[in-house]
């Protein structure tokens, strides 16, 4: 990949450079590589793509719901059947490591998959009245042009994971991906529009903040889904619920893996190294925070050390690597200032620049793990990169209630092979997402995903979950015509 691959948004069926500056996307692991090129979208252009995704949105959402799913499923057959290549894009352009982006490709494939099935599920609910001659139906209906802002660590999956439920359930989109990772997206609206998605349905459009408070601002974006920080999901909710429009916003995690004595060793050790090193640490659910019992902490530090040192750093593209770098020079700036800034730490891996001309030209950050004796900025604060903050605690109540100590919740992972302990866990973690005996991160498509506390607002994602976002209900006191009857 040496010529850039022209980038084209989407809108009304028409692909068409779009009006703004200029936009380039560059490999993270070599950023003298632009891997695609074309242009922003204007605030114009959103405002055609609203208005082409509400001129389709009645069509579509008469469009019998096996003919939509069908859709899905000629979208998923074409993804999957370009898995390789546009997993190798994935890595060249986002950064995580080849075998990551052709399973997140592949995993875009499931998704589609899985919504493309909702024409074969029930939809909707039938209850008993208390009067006679009635039933009362709740059915659902499409909630009208959805408006969706899509980070870049999943640039395939989690627009697929949003976009194929909307589309399922008869809702039209006008989508902003995030600005370093264009091409995956453009694959995705290729595939679709590929597939026989009609024209307007599916919108794509490209730019930063402008461009996305143009979706969010809209009078007729009539739901809004995000995943990306706490921050700018807070600031979308604060701005749709001004103009009463609902959101479904994923955002932070700082995800504790606790480690206790009775665990099964070599498998915690595996499992908290993909945690917090896959895909270099930037997933809202990866491992950022470690906690120890002391029966197993000096063994398990000692290993995980080794481990980290070992891992293999480098080229995404090439097969031997299992981290790549982080997304952008400003993420690598901004990683590493943090780490710097710790005082109350030890460092037990990474931490030190790179110096060969690979990685200290690229974005790269050293597996790092540290740990702290109290809490820290590094403790509470959510990094989005290869940095993994341990904390010992006193025994398992204790590791326990550190594991709860975060603003966030939305994911954890807790690994002990006593059966009663766990239990207890489940009803005691205020997450999302809990993991017990595996890594923090991963996310099936036909279950629910999202976070608790400052992790999400509003319903979950993915599974049937999605319905509630995608869909409004009617309830329906359904009685014959003919009195006495
Ligand atoms: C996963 O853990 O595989 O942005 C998915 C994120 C999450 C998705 C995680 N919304 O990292």
Not at 357 to 366: K, N, S, T, V
């Amino acid at each position: 990949m040496t010529t850039p691959i022209p980038l084209q948004h989407f809108v009304g069926g028409r692909w068409a450079t779009g009006a703004g500056e200029p936009l380039r996307s560059v490999s993270p692991a070599r950023p003298d590589i632009v891997v695609a090129e074309g242009a922003t979208s204007t605030v114009a252009d959103v405002v055609d793509a609203v208005t082409a995704a509400a001129d389709a949105g009645a069509r579509w959402a008469r469009t019998p719901m096996h003919q939509r799913g069908a859709v899905l499923a000629a979208a998923a057959a074409i993804v999957e059947q370009r898995a390789d290549e546009w997993g190798l894009e994935l890595a060249v352009e986002e950064g995580k490591t080849r075998a990551e982006g052709v399973g997140e490709v592949t995993r875009a494939a499931q998704v589609l998959r899985f919504f493309a099935g909702e024409s074969d599920r029930e939809t909707g609910e039938v209850y008993a009245s208390p009067r006679a001659g009635e039933q009362i139906l709740v059915t659902h209906r499409p909630v009208g042009v959805v408006g969706m802002i899509t980070p870049f660590n999943f640039p395939i999956a989690i627009p697929a994971w949003k976009i194929a439920p909307a589309l399922v359930y008869g809702n039209t989109v006008v989508w902003k991906p995030a600005g370093p990772v264009p091409l995956l997206a453009m694959r995705l609206a290729q595939a679709l529009e590929s597939a026989g998605l009609p024209a307007g349905v599916l919108n794509l459009v490209y730019g930063e903040n402008e461009v996305g408070t143009a979706i969010v601002e809209h009078p007729g974006v009539q739901a809004i889904s995000f995943t990306g920080s706490t921050t700018v999901g807070r600031r979308i909710a604060a701005a749709a619920a001004g103009r009463g429009v609902p959101v479904q916003a994923e955002m932070g995690g700082k995800n504790a893996a606790v480690v206790l004595d009775d665990a099964d060793f070599d498998l915690a050790v595996d499992q908290v190294m993909l945690g917090a090193f896959r895909s270099a640490g930037q997933k809202c659910t990866a491992t950022s925070r470690l906690i120890l019992t002391p029966g197993i902490a000096d063994r398990f530090l000692a290993a995980l050390a080794e481990r980290a040192r070992a891992l293999v750093v480098g080229d995404p593209a090439e097969d031997r690597t299992e981290m790549g770098p982080v997304i952008t020079e400003a993420a690598r700036q901004r990683i590493t200032a943090a780490v710097a800034a710790i005082e109350n730490g030890t460092v037990v891996a990474g931490g030190e620049p790179y110096t060969d001309e690979l990685r200290a030209r690229g974005h790269f950050i050293a597996p790092t793990v540290i740990e702290v004796d109290g809490s820290a900025d590094i403790w509470t604060d959510e990094l989005f990169g290869p940095v993994l903050a341990v904390r010992r605690a006193g025994d398992a109540e204790a590791a326990l209630t550190l594991a709860a100590e975060s603003e966030y919740g939305l994911s954890a992972a807790v690994f002990t092979q006593d059966l009663t302990r766990a239990l207890d866990v489940i009803d005691r973690l205020d997450v999302g997402v809990l993991h017990i005996n595996s890594e923090t991160a991963g996310a099936d498509p036909h279950v629910p995903f999202g976070g608790a506390k400052s992790s999400g607002l509003g319903p979950r994602e993915q599974g049937r979950a999605a319905r509630e976002f995608y869909t409004q209900t009617t309830t329906v006191y359904l009685r014959g015509g003919r009195s006495g009857a």
